[in-house]
């Protein structure tokens, strides 16, 4: 039976098209043909967010590009990530940055936004033509033409072959009903998965509300497996058809989600969560992945890591194999950047977990710009730590007021090993003391003959009125030259 859109549903998209849901801009030979459109990724009660894809239908590349829509009444933009933003009451500019202006023939670039409000964009236009393609519209003449509009034909509607799963408990066997509820799933819901491999891609990008978030639990015998990357995508990650980052688990602008005791293997990342607040991870099992195994990224606030194992990571990239990343470097904050420039994955929990054997770079990396992490209670076995890219210890922390405490380290061979935990201090801008402000309490550690100190501060003079704090509470053994490089605080 041929199945047609209704008519509200039609509305909606004609709005979305109306938005930029876009054809070829009129051009000459041998000259770019820039088109945009505007795609809402997810929607919450008060808002949503978007990604713009920028694209060049013609024969020449494009040297920049600047996009331009008005907002209704009552919605305004938030924060932007990966272009430059000027606004004139409700008219928004969005310009290119260094590294995206330029668009190969038959190439995309692109950024993305979060609005408050639930209005779409009007008016869009690149580089000066209709996002919806042609050239400027002119100014009407006094007695213009009416142009009647065609009635356009419903565009029949796909029979799904998973059909979308409902209900407060969604009970879930196959990748393809995985990928089925986790693409429909409401507040409150809970994904259960039975024991057995799930090979695929998995991307949650619905989210959950603060009293009613989104479960996926299964047992430990419930496995997530990526065999990619493959296709090509954007220049920095953004969920899009054709394309497998190859993350185990990826959520992407999904807040509220609780993800509870599952296993993800054998993917080049293991667990990515992007631009996700409060997202809780427990009793997960992460390991033989290529990189790194759980990254909390584009200010992914008030997460947390608790009573789950990572080990065997930076399997093809050592370097890059750390067991929980925590925010971004700021060189790539042109990517994972929020409006005020750094990656504010602030306030992060990683608790109780053991990390390690065979991480490959830090048990955990705590990036420049995130502020307010504790890491309490943890087991790390240094045991394969490779000293590539500078990971020679269990925790390097570049980021500002972080509280560690109670975690037991060792090491032993193989491997390289320097210090217990360092500090680091990236310069990036005057708001971000990088590396400060952070306190080590009640921590185990064993340098195994190896390291010299259990935790070394690189620098004073580069935190004023916010020094690091060693307390006396800290113990250990098997050190070339002792607990720490500064005074002990009692």
């Known amino acids: 039976m041929r199945r047609t859109i209704p008519a509200a549903a039609a509305a909606a998209l004609a709005g979305l098209v109306a938005a930029g849901l876009l054809t070829p801009s009129a051009r000459a030979d041998t000259a770019p043909a820039l088109t945009a459109s505007i795609a809402r990724a997810s929607v919450w009660s008060s808002g949503y967010g978007a990604d713009v894809t920028v694209a060049n239908a013609g024969d020449a590349p494009a040297a920049g590009w ?90 029949p509607t796909a029979t799904p072959t998973t059909a979308p799963p409902t209900g407060p408990v969604v009970d879930v066997a196959t990748a393809a009903q995985l990928q089925a509820a986790l693409a429909s799933a409401v507040p409150g819901q809970t994904i259960r998965m039975a024991p057995g491999e799930y090979r695929g891609s998995f991307v949650a990008q619905r ?57 993800v293997r054998d993917s080049k990342k293991g667990l990515v969560v992007d631009a996700s607040p409060h997202v809780t991870a427990d009793g997960l099992y992460v390991h033989r992945v290529e990189e790194e195994g759980v990254h909390f990224r584009r200010s992914s606030s008030d997460g947390v890591l608790r009573d789950s194992t990572v080990e065997e990571t930076g399997l093809v990239q050592p370097g890059y194999g750390e067991g929980v990343y925590i925010g971004s470097a700021g060189s790539n904050w042109g990517c994972h950047g929020n409006e005020g420039g750094a990656d504010r994955s602030d306030r992060v929990l990683v608790e109780n977990n053991r990390i390690g054997p065979n991480v490959a770079a830090e048990a955990v990396d705590v990036k420049e710009g995130t502020f307010g992490g504790v890491i309490r209670g943890n087991t790390f076995d240094g045991r394969g730590i490779t000293g590539q890219n500078s990971a020679d210890s269990w925790i390097d922390v570049k980021g500002v007021d972080y509280l560690i405490e109670g975690n037991t380290g060792t090491f032993t061979a193989p491997g390289t090993f320097a210090n217990g935990y360092e500090t680091h201090n990236p310069a990036t801008t005057p708001a971000f003391p990088n590396g400060c402000g952070n306190v080590w309490r009640g921590n185990d550690s064993d340098l195994g003959g190896v390291g010299a100190y259990a935790v070394r501060i690189t620098s004073t003079s580069k935190c004023p009125g916010r020094l690091n704090v060693v307390h006396a509470s800290n113990t250990v053994r098997g050190a070339t030259t002792g607990l720490t490089n500064i005074a002990v605080t009692p």
């Open 207 to 263: 989210p959950g509300a603060a009293d009613r978030p989104i479960t996926l639990t299964g047992p430990r015998t419930a496995v997530l497996v990526n065999d990619g990357p493959s296709g090509s995508g954007p220049s920095c990650p953004v969920p899009t058809a054709g394309w497998d980052p190859g993350y185990g688990l990826w959520l992407y602008r999904a807040p509220y989600w609780n993800l509870e005791g599952f296993t």
């Open 66 to 155: 600047t996009v331009e829509f008005d907002l209704p009444e009552g919605t305004s933009v938030t924060s932007h990530w990966s272009a430059t933003r000027t606004r004139s009451g409700r008219h928004y500019t969005f310009t290119d940055v260094s590294w995206n202006g330029s668009v190969a023939p038959g190439g995309t670039q692109g950024f993305g936004f979060n609005a408050s409000g639930l209005g779409l964009p009007l008016n869009c236009t690149v580089n000066g033509a209709p996002c919806g393609g042609g050239t400027p519209t002119p100014t009407p003449s006094p007695t213009p033409t009416p142009t009647a509009t065609p009635t356009p034909t419903p565009t």
